[in-house]
């Protein structure tokens, strides 16, 4: 016969050993200065987020360092060594925290040292930081307050990025780029010192161009975020004189979408959007190929609402252009795609989608995409949403005045049923 298993021993962990938020065995206790105890990850998690002390909502000071309770860690060790026969996990002493200070200061001497080769000092410098990043929230937020940090990681970046190499240095230069973009991209840098080293450091933008290009796709995804981030922080004057490379990799991006992380690929769709605010990069995205791949991305069923909004959003700043205009029309279903998610999506996006089919019908409305307009459904829709009180009055305005614009060839067409022939906008 065989034996029946063993039924498991329960035991009762001490209310004092368990942290307040997660409600399991503290690895790692710490004390803030209200006097209440919590597990080190889950106490650094919540001051990310709140400037309080969870259990008696007490102000804690935004540069508070909880103190270490090693004579609370000892007797959670203890005990669990005690009952690991009942199947309690052991409990490690935690490694020691790393100088984050010194970290960068070694970064700083490595990187200035400089050589036409990257160093091996200046590679394992940003392995040593990178790995301290990678530990937790609060070591990322450390290394990102260090005086001079972000600059100096933005300054080996860029380097590397567009440093000449020889065919024997190409590996390391690369090496050097994609540590230094790993652990630049992973910080929570305040978008007042983005700002700053964004307009400090003019090589940034071409640097991040080619880690787009010459990358891994992990590397290209983090290039990708990263440039989202400081177009951000870029001001008008550098954001209207951005360079063709910008875009064309942009729409790379994008037409390679199936491989690439949808964070990127939305990353890449804030870029072309908060770009072609400006006629001049309207005109180089639409020469970089951004029309069509926009509109093929409409027709991807799976993707996030969010995305489609973008993709409409940036359609609708390309045809603030003749260009952008001209290659949605050239598109064999570019207008009817715009006009299929006007209704299908949200009223960001409907409000998107009537905002381009307007440019087109008064601008780039030839005796053709006039007809195309209503065989494709889009006059139809167009009348949806003038009569529907479910979207915002601008956009049922913008509606009803496109479907004004060619009135004489839309109000009587044979693709138009006859009801919303009958509430058609005089």
């Given at each position: 016969?065989?034996e029946?298993?063993?039924?498991?021993?329960?035991?009762e962990?001490?209310?004092?050993?368990?942290?307040?938020?997660?409600?399991?065995?503290?690895?790692?206790?710490?004390?803030?200065?209200?006097?209440?105890?919590?597990?080190r990850?889950?106490?650094?998690?919540?001051?990310?987020?709140?400037?309080?002390?969870?259990?008696?909502?007490?102000?804690?000071?935004?540069?508070?360092?909880?103190?270490?309770?090693?004579?609370?860690?000892?007797?959670?060790?203890?005990?669990?060594?005690?009952?690991?026969?009942?199947?309690?996990?052991?409990?490690?002493?935690p490694?020691?925290?790393?100088?984050?200070?010194?970290l960068?200061?070694?970064?700083?001497?490595?990187?200035?040292?400089?050589?036409?080769?990257?160093?091996?000092?200046?590679?394992?410098?940003?392995?040593?930081?990178r790995?301290?990043?990678?530990?937790?929230?609060?070591?990322?937020?450390?290394?990102?307050?260090?005086?001079?940090?972000?600059?100096?990681?933005?300054?080996?970046?860029?380097?590397?990025?567009?440093?000449?190499?020889?065919?024997?240095?190409?590996?390391?230069?690369?090496?050097?780029?994609?540590?230094?973009?790993?652990?630049?991209?992973?910080?929570?840098?305040?978008?007042?010192?983005?700002?700053?080293?964004?307009?400090?450091?003019?090589?940034?933008?071409?640097?991040?161009?080619?880690?787009l290009?010459?990358?891994?796709?992990?590397?290209?995804?983090?290039?990708?975020?990263l440039?989202?981030?400081?177009?951000?922080?870029?001001?008008?004057?550098?954001?209207?004189?951005?360079?063709e490379?910008?875009?064309r990799?942009?729409?790379?991006?994008?037409?390679?979408?199936?491989?690439?992380?949808?964070?990127?690929?939305?990353?890449?769709?804030?870029?072309?959007?908060?770009?072609?605010?400006?006629?001049?990069?309207?005109?180089?995205?639409?020469?970089?190929?951004?029309?069509?791949?926009?509109?093929?991305?409409?027709?991807?069923?799976?993707?996030?609402?969010?995305?489609?909004?973008l993709?409409l959003?940036?359609?609708?700043?390309?045809?603030?252009?003749?260009?952008?205009?001209?290659?949605?029309?050239?598109?064999?279903?570019?207008?009817?795609?715009v006009?299929?998610?006007?209704?299908?999506?949200?009223?960001?996006?409907?409000?998107?989608?009537?905002?381009?089919?307007?440019?087109?019908?008064?601008?780039?409305?030839?005796?053709?995409?006039?007809?195309?307009?209503?065989?494709?459904?889009?006059?139809?829709?167009?009348?949806?949403?003038?009569?529907?009180?479910?979207?915002?009055?601008?956009?049922?305005?913008?509606?009803?005045?496109?479907?004004?614009?060619?009135?004489?060839?839309?109000?009587?067409?044979?693709?138009?049923?006859?009801?919303l022939?009958?509430?058609?906008?005089?």
């Open positions: 016969m065989e029946e298993p063993q039924p498991q021993v329960e035991v962990v001490p209310c004092y050993f368990l942290c307040p938020i997660s409600l399991s065995i503290m690895r790692d206790p710490v004390t803030l200065p209200t006097g209440i105890t919590y597990d990850d889950g106490i650094e998690r919540w001051l990310l987020t709140a400037a309080t002390c969870p259990l008696t909502k007490q102000p804690v000071p935004a540069d508070c360092d909880p103190t270490p309770n090693h004579t609370l860690r000892r007797l959670i060790q203890s005990w669990c060594a005690l009952h690991a026969a009942d199947g309690v996990d052991r409990v490690h002493t490694k020691p925290r790393a100088d984050v200070a010194a960068v200061s070694r970064l700083h001497d490595a990187a200035a040292a400089g050589s036409t080769a990257p160093q091996p000092q200046l590679l394992a410098a940003l392995r040593e930081l790995d301290v990043a990678a530990e937790s929230d609060r070591n990322r937020k450390l290394v990102a307050a260090v005086p001079g940090a972000v600059d100096v990681l933005a300054a080996v970046f860029a380097a590397s990025a567009n440093a000449k190499s020889s065919e024997g240095t190409a590996a390391a230069a690369a090496a050097v780029r994609d540590e230094a973009l790993e652990v630049v991209s992973s910080l929570q840098v305040p978008e007042q010192c983005l700002r700053r080293v964004a307009e400090t450091n003019e090589a940034l933008v071409s640097a991040l161009v080619s880690a290009q010459r990358s891994s796709a992990a590397s290209r995804a983090r290039a990708a975020l440039l989202e981030r400081v177009t951000a922080a870029l001001p008008p004057s550098r954001l209207a004189s951005l360079p490379q910008v875009f990799e942009a729409v790379e991006l994008l037409r390679d979408r199936p491989a690439v992380s949808r964070p990127a690929t939305k990353a890449a769709l804030h870029v072309l959007v908060r770009t072609a605010a400006w006629g001049r990069n309207r005109v180089k995205a639409v020469d970089a190929g951004a029309v069509p791949v926009l509109v093929d991305m409409l027709f991807d069923d799976g993707a996030e609402r969010r995305a489609c909004e993709v959003a940036a359609l609708d700043r390309l045809c603030g252009c003749a260009e952008g205009r001209a290659d949605l029309v050239a598109h064999g279903a570019g207008v009817a795609a006009g299929r998610k006007a209704l299908r999506v949200s009223e960001v996006a409907t409000d998107k989608a009537v905002r381009v089919l307007r440019s087109v019908a008064r601008h780039a409305a030839t005796a053709a995409v006039v007809q195309e307009m209503a065989h494709a459904g889009v006059v139809a829709t167009l009348c949806v949403v003038a009569q529907s009180e479910q979207y915002a009055e601008r956009t049922r305005e913008r509606a009803r005045e496109t479907l004004r614009l060619h009135a004489r060839a839309w109000r009587t067409s044979p693709c138009l049923h006859h009801h022939q009958a509430l058609y906008p005089c």
